[in-house]
């Protein structure tokens, strides 16, 4: 089993239904020395309009929602452009953000 072997500090459940396992597998974690983390969403630092484009159009491989706090202007984009941005967003189950609101960065989009 993972929680067992040896080297593994940290094991992230990255599934939808991980937080029914989370405790079960926090307690067994906790004997072994091995932390046991879910969380359903993730914060991303966006810095330009083509790092949020190329990352809404890469395959999403979590199903957590990403927050896409964007560090570039969002007035700034064409009219229309934020509206078609966001509900692409949407439709993966994310949102995105004004940058001034981050305060957790769990990863980031660069160009």
């Known amino acids: 089993?993972?929680?067992?072997?040896?080297?593994?500090?940290?094991?992230?459940?990255?599934?939808?239904?991980?937080?029914?396992?989370?405790i079960e597998l926090g307690r067994m974690g906790q004997k072994v020395g091995v932390r046991v983390e879910f969380r359903g969403q993730e914060n991303i630092a966006v810095h330009s309009l083509i790092a949020l484009v190329v990352g809404l159009s890469r395959l999403k491989l979590t199903f957590r929602q990403r927050n896409l706090y964007c560090l570039f202007d969002l007035d700034a984009l064409p009219a229309g452009e934020l509206v078609k941005l966001e509900a692409k967003a949407a439709v993966l189950g994310d949102y995105i953000l004004a940058g001034h609101l981050l305060r957790d960065v769990d990863g980031r989009w660069r160009e």
Not at 4 to 22: P, S
């Open 1 to 22: 089993m993972l929680l067992t072997t040896g080297g593994i500090e940290v094991v992230e459940l990255d599934y939808e239904a991980g937080w029914q396992d989370a």
